[in-house]
């Protein structure tokens, strides 16, 4: 009898927690949707503030494991090895293919090689799962910039702009392309 109610109890535990997940995504969600409800009015620091912690949220996997790939794929973009950022953020995407940071990851260390195309379709595929990501939005635009197509990397920019209105990168970037898509003032 005593091994009969250890196993309800470990069978109710495991319920329990199966059913907290979907929960917890949804209030992370809840988080994420807040968060960006209080960047459109944001300035200043509060703004580098608020976009931190919608980033910060982007890289919860829910997964130890897949937060370490991210984490490490992340820390060889920084050390400028993209070969090796590319084979941890490939074991990510592989993982987990719904993690929309680790596409855009990958497309940041793509976009870093050189690799254009590449990043193209990690970014898609990020902003797929996740439409607000202004991180992807902003590596489409930088890589349209690269392509040639400044009218599609101003429309990028802009979308990143309606999300994050205070992303001053996003402007500066926006600057050099203002005279071909705008035209020239007389």
């Known amino acids: 009898m005593k091994r009969f109610r250890t196993a309800i109890r470990r069978n109710v535990t495991t319920l329990a927690a199966l059913v907290a997940l979907p929960l917890a995504a949804a209030a992370e969600g809840d988080r994420v949707d807040t968060l960006f409800d ?53 074991a ?53 910039q690269q392509l040639d197509r400044p009218e599609l990397a101003w429309r990028a920019y802009q979308e990143v702009l309606a999300l994050y209105p205070e992303n001053a990168q996003v402007r500066e970037a926006m600057e050099p392309l203002e005279p071909e898509v705008l035209g020239r003032a007389l």
Not at 55 to 79: C, N, Q, V
Not at 97 to 113: H, I, K, M, T
């Open 38 to 90: 209080k960047l459109q009015g944001a300035e200043g620091r509060e703004a580098a503030r608020l976009a931190g912690q919608i980033r910060a949220e982007w890289s919860k996997s829910g997964s130890a494991a897949m937060d370490l790939l991210l984490r490490r794929g992340k820390e060889a973009i920084e050390a400028e090895e993209f070969a090796k950022a590319v084979e941890h953020l490939t």
């Open 92 to 144: 990510l995407t592989d993982h987990a293919p719904e993690f929309a940071e680790g596409w855009a990851a990958r497309g940041l260390a793509f976009y870093r090689q050189g690799e254009y195309m590449l990043a193209l379709a990690d970014l898609e595929r990020a902003l797929a799962l996740e439409p607000r990501h202004f991180g992807a939005l902003r590596g489409v635009g930088a890589v349209m």
